[in-house]
């Protein structure tokens, strides 16, 4: 069925939790630090939606997004990270000595939701099928990031969020439909993940 989502479309809104256990029938992703946005990918009118309206985004990033996206048009939840830096990466110089590249800030689209595909909406399928659809639609790059997520063991992943500089998690209902600029407890932010410091 053919659904044309306007602009209006707003990102689902989290609900905040100081601490919470591991709940069924939930998935766990890294809570990104920057802009919320929908990418419009195909679409006439702005590039990127937040929650109230027009989000201002690179040109360049966007371009990003588009190329590493297999469709005519989409709508991608995601954040706009502005100081990204990759995990630094021990190399060889050309006398063989090792030493550490640190790598430099840079501004990626980190998708994790897709709410339509070549004027299909997906808004009220559930999370984990939207997911598969979006890991087949749009391509990981540097730019580009699709966000992991597990669906048990916060405890053994926690060290690995930690390390890489997230200091939250989220906790969503894998069967869940989006809830366009609603706050839903389908998608709850624990502010600080047990153990990190």
């Given amino acids: 069925m053919k659904t044309v989502l306007g602009v209006d479309l707003a990102p689902q809104r989290p609900r905040y939790a100081r601490e919470r256990a591991e709940v069924a029938n939930h998935i766990l992703e890294p ?22 309206g027009e989000v201002d985004g690179p040109r360049e990033l966007y371009d990003a997004i588009a190329a590493e996206a297999h469709c005519t048009s989409a709508i991608i939840d995601g954040v706009l990270v502005s100081d990204w830096r990759d995990e630094s990466e021990l190399e060889l110089d050309p006398n063989g000595v090792a030493f550490v ?19 299909e909406s997906l808004l009220e399928v559930p999370l984990l099928e939207r997911k598969r659809h979006l890991e087949g639609l749009l391509v990981p790059s540097v730019n580009v990031r699709l966000t992991p997520f597990v669906t048990r063991g916060l405890r053994s992943w926690r060290e690995t969020l930690v390390a890489q500089g997230f ?18 407890d389908d998608w709850l932010v624990v502010e600080k993940l047990s153990g990190a410091r």
């Fill in 31 to 52: 809570d990104w630090v920057g802009k919320r946005a929908l990418a419009r990918v195909g679409h006439g009118g702005p590039r990127f939606v937040g929650y109230g």
């Fill in 101 to 119: 590249r640190n790598a430099s800030a840079r501004q990626i689209f980190a998708a994790f939701d897709l709410l339509e595909v070549d004027g």
């Fill in 167 to 184: 200091h939250r998690v989220v906790l969503k209902n894998w069967n869940s439909a989006y809830a366009p600029g609603r706050t839903t």
